[in-house]
């Protein structure tokens, strides 16, 4: 696994990505309505708040497994969100994300 900054040929699969997380969300909040029709495009709008510098991702064989970012405002951050793909989770990949998005604050 590989741990690098995310790049603009990423913003499909991380969109997927977020497309779990909200399906996660729906499920634990039994809301079907969370994050609309579509939602991975909320990613587009999380990533123009955040700004692609404070985006990683998490990559195995080729393949997008896991997000984080890293929200900064003045002297604070916030690591928001931390998303593993589902079939990688249980593998520590979330804690490595997270270690790399606050190693950058």
Same mark, same amino acid.
């Given at each position: ?50 700004? *692609?510098?404070?985006?990683?991702? *998490? ?47």
């Amino acid at each position: 696994m590989n741990i690098r900054q995310y790049g603009e040929s990423d913003r499909d699969s991380c969109r997927a990505l977020w497309g779990q997380l909200v399906q996660r969300h729906r499920e634990i909040y039994k809301d079907p309505s969370i994050g609309g029709d579509d939602p991975g495009a909320e990613f587009d709008t999380h990533l123009e708040k955040v700004g *692609a510098g404070h985006v990683w991702v *998490a990559e195995a064989d080729d393949k997008i497994i896991g997000l984080v970012s890293l929200i900064h405002s003045g002297e604070e951050a916030e690591v928001e969100p931390v998303i593993v793909s589902s079939e990688h989770r249980g593998k520590r990949i979330g804690a490595a994300l997270v270690g790399r998005g606050t190693d950058i604050f």
